[in-house]
């Protein structure tokens, strides 16, 4: 009837209204996040650098583990937080690879009873001719962890946690219906629990950050805004259902991938840090801390170390006579970026390899381009071990 299609013209609009206020107010956090995420991750990077040379030093004369270790473990924690503060803010650089969904889920069960407990089952309902999906590995099995310990933490009387898999059609109508969906076909993974469930003032927040209702030193309300940010950040689309004394559902649906499957990197990549014989590595760094450490860095794994503090002194150093086998260079620097130094320095070197870093990419504005699905990058911080793994499996 005409009334009927007013009702529901009218709570489509509010329906719109409100999440595009809540759109609004995760932007504005959003931004806020991921500058204090940026200049936070450089001094870690800083920390944790110098604690990794440190550590190997000392190991040589006076024993100091301990104190070392409880110092880079404080520095991971960090390290962690301003990850899914980035994560939430959608400015976490993705490493997009092809993924499996029903591969990496079944990988993770181990983990999950091992985490979980054995007294938690959990049900795996896995959809034979899964389409594969684009997306970010690590983040995508950090979701999978999340869940299924939120689903967990719900259930303090015991119950059953079911992981399923589906392809899924999310058509006009849904689309409508939901704001900043887009139709097509998604991989949905889903999480669900037979847990204690969410009134309708809880579900409403639960994706804000730093909103929880556990109790204190339980959780840091970080859990489900990050996993919002980075489905939004995949171009997906994330749908929780609740109902008091029945449980939760969490589905989350990632774009599904229709190109040529790309090369998987390995589930466990080589943990060798010894420096690739005779090679030289030119930094490229405007912090002169976070440059000088680097440098010492790599230098102690066996490097010969060339330095810059941007990317014009960089390429003059690139047009000169000394060999270079690897650009490590930020990606956000005053005047020329490192996306630009790199596709300069490539012309002028066509053999050269070249490895990012950076604390914080702004993929929603001017630095959207700046990264693309092929390059290769080091997050912010990085410890003594990451950076000589990473630059080892390129100079292999």
Do not use: C
């Not at 520095?75 to 301003?82: M, Y």
């Not at 993770?108 to 007294?119: A, K």
């Not at 840090?273 to 680097?294: G, Q």
């Not at 911080?381 to 630059?391: A, H, I, R, T, Y």
């Amino acid at each position: 009837t005409l009334e009927a299609s007013v009702a529901e013209e009218v709570a489509r609009r509010l329906a719109a209204e409100e999440a595009q206020l809540q759109s609004q107010k995760v932007e504005s956090l959003g931004r806020l996040t991921g500058g204090i995420a940026h200049d936070f991750n450089n001094m870690l990077a800083v920390i944790m650098g110098a604690l990794g040379l440190i550590e190997r030093r000392h190991k040589r004369g006076q024993e100091i583990g301990d104190l070392l270790s409880g110092a880079m473990d404080g520095a991971r924690r960090a390290a962690e937080l301003t990850q899914r503060l980035l994560a939430f803010s959608r400015q976490a650089p993705l490493e997009l690879q092809v993924i499996d969904v029903n591969g990496l889920v079944t990988r993770l069960s181990e983990i999950l009873s091992r985490t979980l407990g054995e007294d938690v089952p959990i049900d795996m309902v896995l959809t034979a001719g899964l389409w594969s999906a684009l997306t970010d590995r690590g983040q995508l099995e950090n979701v999978i962890l999340n869940l299924a310990i939120n689903a967990r933490d719900a259930m303090p009387g015991g119950g059953k946690i079911t992981i399923e898999t589906a392809n899924a059609e999310l058509d006009e109508r849904y689309a409508r219906a939901n704001v900043d969906v887009v139709p097509g076909q998604y991989v949905m993974l889903a999480v669900s629990d037979t847990g204690t469930g969410m009134p309708a003032d809880v579900l409403k927040r639960a994706f804000e950050p730093f909103f929880t209702t556990k109790d204190v030193g339980k959780g840091t309300g970080l859990g489900l805004s990050q996993i919002f940010g980075y489905v939004k950040q995949a171009n997906g689309h994330v749908k929780i259902e609740s109902e008091v004394g029945r449980g939760t559902v969490v589905r989350i649906y990632l774009p599904r991938h229709t190109g040529a499957d790309r090369a998987l990197p390995q589930d466990t990549p080589s943990t060798d840090v010894v420096a690739v014989a005779e090679r030289t590595v030119l930094i490229v760094e405007d912090d002169v801390r976070l440059r000088s450490i680097t440098s010492a860095n790599l230098q102690e794994l066996g490097y010969a170390v060339l330095v810059a503090a941007s990317a014009q002194d960089a390429l003059d150093v690139i047009r000169g006579p000394r060999a270079i086998d690897l650009l490590f260079t930020d990606v956000v620097m005053p005047g020329m970026n490192g996306r630009q130094l790199a596709d300069e320095a490539v012309k002028l070197r066509p053999a050269l390899k070249v490895l990012f870093t950076t604390g914080f990419t702004n993929q929603s504005d001017a630095h959207s381009d700046i990264l693309d699905k092929t390059a290769i990058y080091l997050a912010k911080p990085f410890s003594f071990e990451q950076l000589g793994q990473k630059v080892r499996s390129i100079l292999a």
